[in-house]
């Protein structure tokens, strides 16, 4: 989408974009800082920004007390899990509800919605109890499975705000070229979609890698995701602030990584000129 | 399938078959206090003694720990073997059955050397439910600089008067220095555990033997005008949202005169790899009134066994292991006395190496002044000093710890945080079916 | 265009759709459909049961039934109307500064300008930490009224600190919330706008229209959809912010930043009181309801095409 715009306010614009990025990034800037500080320094007042001894000991010790790996290879398995089988069931359901609209649709997609609405602190016991019974505490096909059904309502969202933006007339054109239902769904949609399924994607695993409800109350020691991780470091009798923001910058790292990457994916337009 | 699939597939299945089954393993639950880390970094001589048993921990802060276990063994869900808990939990649960009873463990251990105040507080109908890791109570700890400018000498067991005097004798706000810091952070175990035994030393009590809520009565307004004027005169402002960490993170960059919290925290204060102030910090009994009862409470953290469990044999044999007398010298061993998790042994503090740390002896006489059983002046029906060994009292005590932190951060008068609280108890109180 | 492909538009497009398509369609949807459904049956109905007995886990085998005084417990708890407020207020002002900081966002971002790549990265990077640690991030190394970032640039222009969480918690919470959500946002709100057909802002510029109309009538309307989506996603997470309370104020000065998820979890899952968590869940699931049906009739048009 290359637009001519002059030198100068191209400028200007990185200014402002920038001084705006790194006010609303500092507070992640100030924990990665502060996990290379002593417990000592990170309480200091005035607190110092850059001009400190650094040093990597947080990092070592919060490697030697929790198996890092363990719980990041929990988290990747079951937000990737949850969202990828979320984004199976989700992507036939959100193509129904955009391109075939009936009159409830509206309606199932406003129920839909509504099952999240239940707070998780009220139906905590039910699902305890409904886990135990089925042998699903503390594993990671428990977890997936949970993680799923809340996110679904999301993803079906999601996809169906992508969808619509979808101009009917070219699944139209191909169904008329002859195109099955498969074809149409698989390769005309779908990449289309991409950027839409890219966010969705994005979006749905950072929502299960940073949830700290279920994934603290379903696992013990097997299945306990990076969420646990965090969790142990935080105390409401001991500082260990210094740790903790070495915790969560192990738990960060990844995502942004990640979300580094999927960056052109989100960036791509849809292509409304080939159909005019 | 080829030919070589189905081989490895065999091969494979052959050594799953093969492999024995050696170990067994232990899902144990701990809280992620200093201690406790400590113990897990040294299980390895645990595992040493006792090669057929593997541990798996789950780490996490009080309150989630707290639910989570509650949940589990309530449900009797399975999920862990031996469970960290605390003596709030004890009576409740034991009184269930939903404890191991630990009286069988062997003669070496010792049981007798354990604190009678903390024993007291473990123990139903006779039975020992849970072995104590480490025990704590509450003291004051003061700056020796900022008392001697202010012309002042601390005596061993002060009285509140003379703490308010000293507080508001060291403050100087200009310079960020306020005499005194107390809990002020909304929640049961925050600013209600100190207020619970503060009001313990002014002669007040939560229920009577009724059970009816006393928050109407003088003691308690006795207690909190005196807290919220204390804090008022001396405390640092944002008190409302601090609880032991705030005001840890105040005292080691010296913006503290005083200090009155577990015990536990002298170990951090005194750390001169953490605390700025670390050589000049004098420790003195909770403070009372006179009236026969101190303002100092009693905790245990402690290991106990959830009934049901298939491990009990292995389980016994690890709370042994964390909570004897060889254990406390394996930390004085690699990490140093002041390092031992403390408040459970007497025979620890007999031991002369370890009566050479600084704040042993005050938190020994701390811990021994405290009685779970009689914790206030007046009769009570409950036990529990800084707590009430009911189900109900988390969710009373924080609301009321509201009702406190409001006062304190001057968006009620103490009457109205009064009335509040009363109002609150009463109607829990009645649904619970304690009173009409 | 020929007679057979009107004939094809209209097909598709609404109820006129082919029996094939719509039986399709409805295979297509089931999955999804069935799982909530199970989803929400099984807890909610055991939910329901419990909210009608006395049971409080710590002790087990004394259930009764006796009906709706767990709810009469917790609708006429002196707190409830305090949370009910606090709640909508939360929402409402999150969701607030999420959209119009938001669309503000998307619109820069949209345009050209030197390393794209890392500022989008930046903005986006709030959604990623666990909503537990930011709270405590904000908490004591910003707002902390002695130590805190803001209290030492207050100091250093020469005024008094703010005390933040004791003064003004459920603005504080609602400021850490915003800070969160924001990146969700400007995402979904970016790429509704990277959409926008280009051609037809030209041919409004060559038409005279300034910056405010063509924002106004072109891109707003186009973006509309977006931002129902945004709202009403939002709408539901909000109403059940949880760990930053708990994190920062535990709900206190007196009730001040108590919502009504908070108020269910002090009132009932603190104590183990199960028979009233699930009334309060209850409750709250049929306020998120009325909420949601509300917002729908305020803004549910903008979904359809």
């Not at chain 1, 990170?42 to 110092?48: D, M, N, Q, R």
């Not at chain 1, 933006?165 to 139209?172: A, H």
């Not at chain 3, 030492?152 to 703010?162: I, N, R």
Request: hydrophobic share 50%; net charge negative.
């Amino acid at each position: 989408m290359a637009r001519r715009v002059s030198n100068q306010r191209k400028f200007v614009v990185t200014l402002v974009a920038w001084a705006i990025g790194l006010t609303i990034f500092f507070p992640i800037l100030w924990t990665v800082l502060t996990s290379f500080k002593t417990e000592a320094e990170a309480i200091a007042s005035p607190p110092s920004f850059l001009l400190f001894d650094w040093t990597l000991e947080n990092y070592t010790e919060v490697n030697e007390r929790s198996d890092y790996f363990l719980h990041f290879m929990n988290s990747v398995i079951i937000s990737l899990g949850s969202t990828l089988l979320g984004l199976a069931i989700a992507i036939p359901a959100a193509w129904s509800m955009a391109f075939v609209p009936g009159k409830r649709t509206k309606d199932v997609l406003m129920w839909m919605l509504s099952t999240k609405m239940l707070p998780p602190v009220g139906v905590l016991i039910p699902i305890y109890l409904l886990f135990r019974d089925f042998g699903l505490l503390d594993t990671r096909l428990g977890l997936v499975i949970v993680l799923t059904l809340i996110n679904l309502p999301i993803i079906v969202w999601m996809l169906f705000t992508y969808f619509k933006e979808i101009p009917g007339e070219i699944l139209e054109a191909a169904r008329m070229d002859g195109a099955t239902l498969w074809n149409e769904v698989v390769h005309v949609l779908t990449p289309m979609a991409v950027p839409g399924i890219a966010s969705t994607l994005l979006l749905n695993v950072i929502l299960a890698w940073n949830e700290a409800f279920w994934t603290l109350n379903l696992t013990a020691a097997k299945a306990a995701p990076l969420t646990a991780f965090i969790a142990s470091y935080s105390s409401p009798e001991g500082l260990f602030y210094a740790k903790l923001s070495a915790a969560s910058t192990l738990a960060i790292a990844p995502i942004l990584i990640l979300g580094w990457f999927s960056q052109k994916q989100l960036v791509r337009g849809l292509t409304f000129g080939a159909v005019k | 399938m080829t030919l070589f699939s189905r081989a490895l597939l065999g091969a494979t299945a052959l050594t799953l078959v093969a492999s024995p089954v050696l170990a067994e393993k232990l899902t144990i639950a701990t809280v992620n206090n200093g201690d406790m880390i400590r113990m897990q970094k040294l299980a390895d001589d645990f595992t040493a003694q006792n090669p057929d048993i593997e541990l798996e921990w789950l780490t996490m802060e009080e309150n989630v720990l707290r639910q989570r276990v509650t949940t589990d063994i309530a449900t009797k869900g399975g999920q862990f073997d031996v469970m960290t808990i605390g003596t709030y939990e004890v009576p409740i649960w034991g009184k269930q059955g939903w404890l191991v009873s630990l009286n069988d463990l062997p003669a070496e251990y010792d049981v007798d050397d354990i604190l009678p105040a903390i024993r007291g507080g473990l123990t139903i109908d006779g039975e020992l439910y849970a072995a104590p890791f480490y025990g704590e109570s509450s003291m004051v700890m003061y700056r020796k600089d900022l008392m001697e400018k202010a012309g002042l000498e601390m005596p061993d067991a002060p009285t509140w008067e003379f703490i308010g005097k000293a507080a508001r004798a060291m403050t100087d706000k200009d310079n960020e220095v306020y005499g005194i810091c107390l809990r002020g952070k909304a929640g049961w175990g925050e600013n209600m555990a100190f207020l619970t035994a503060t009001a313990n030393s002014f002669g007040a009590r939560w229920f009577d033997e009724n059970w009816t809520p006393q928050f109407d009565g003088e003691a308690w307004k006795s207690t909190l005008n005196f807290y919220l004027d204390l804090m008022e005169d001396a405390g640092p402002p944002g008190a409302s949202s601090n609880g032991f960490n705030e005001n840890l993170s105040l005292f080691q960059t010296g913006k503290c005169g005083m200090w009155i919290d577990a015990t536990v925290a002298a170990s951090f204060v005194t750390n001169p790899a953490d605390s700025t102030v670390a050589d000049q910090v004098g420790f003195a009994l909770a403070p009372d009134n006179g009236l026969g009862k101190r303002g100092n409470w009693l905790w245990a953290w402690s290991l106990a066994i959830p009934a049901g469990t298939q491990k009990e044999e292995a389980a016994k044999k690890f709370i042994d292991w964390a909570t004897s007398k060889e254990y406390l010298e394996l930390v004085a061993e690699k990490e140093g006395w002041a390092n031992v998790p403390p408040g459970t042994r007497t025979s620890l503090y007999e031991n002369p190496e370890y009566q050479k740390v600084p704040f042993a002896k005050m938190t020994l006489d701390s811990i021994n002044s405290a009685d779970p059983t009689n914790p206030t002046v007046d009769p009570v029906p409950y036990v529990g000093v800084q707590f009430v060994a009911i189900p109900e009292f988390q969710g009373i005590a924080t609301a009321v710890g509201q009702a406190f932190a409001a006062a304190l951060a001057g968006n009620v008068t103490a009457d109205e945080a009064l009335a509040n609280a009363q109002a609150i108890t009463e109607r829990t109180m009645k649904k619970s079916g304690y009173i009409k | 265009m020929t007679d057979r492909s009107r004939l094809f538009r209209t097909e598709l497009a609404g109820p006129m759709a082919t029996a094939h398509s719509r039986a399709a369609a409805r295979f297509m949807i089931s999955p999804a459909v069935l799982l909530l459904l199970g989803w929400m049956i099984v807890p909610l109905s055991m939910t329901v049961y419990f909210s009608f007995l006395s049971y409080n886990l710590l002790m087990p085998g004394m259930e009764e039934f006796i009906g709706f005084t767990n709810y009469e417990f917790f609708l006429t708890d002196p707190a409830f109307f305090e949370a009910l407020t606090n709640t909508i207020l939360l929402v409402v002002g999150v969701l607030f500064i999420t959209i119009v900081g938001g669309t503000a966002l998307a619109l820069l971002l949209d345009q050209p300008f030197w390393g794209q790549g890392i500022v989008r990265i930046l903005v986006i990077a709030p959604f990623f930490v666990m909503p537990t640690v930011s709270a405590l991030v904000w908490k004591n190394m910003f707002m902390n009224p002695v130590n805190g970032l803001f209290a030492h640039m207050a100091k250093g222009v020469g005024l008094e600190p703010f005390d933040f969480l004791a003064h003004a918690p459920l603005f504080s919470i609602i400021l850490i919330v915003a800070w969160q959500w924001l990146p969700f946002a400007t995402l979904i709100l970016l790429t509704a706008l990277q959409s926008l057909d280009q051609e037809q802002l030209e041919a409004s510029k060559m038409d005279g229209a300034n910056f405010g109309s063509r924002f106004i009538y072109i891109v707003l309307p186009h973006m509309s959809r977006a931002i129902t989506v945004v709202v009403l996603i939002q709408t539901i997470f909000l109403l059940s912010v949880f760990a930053e309370i708990l994190v920062t104020t535990n709900g206190g000065p007196g009730y001040a930043s108590t919502n009504i998820t908070y108020l269910v979890y002090a009132q009932s899952l603190l104590q183990f009181d199960v028979g009233g968590g699930s009334a309060g869940g209850i409750i709250a699931v049929i306020l998120a309801n009325i909420v949601a049906i509300f917002l729908m009739r305020m803004i549910g048009k903008n979904l359809e095409a």
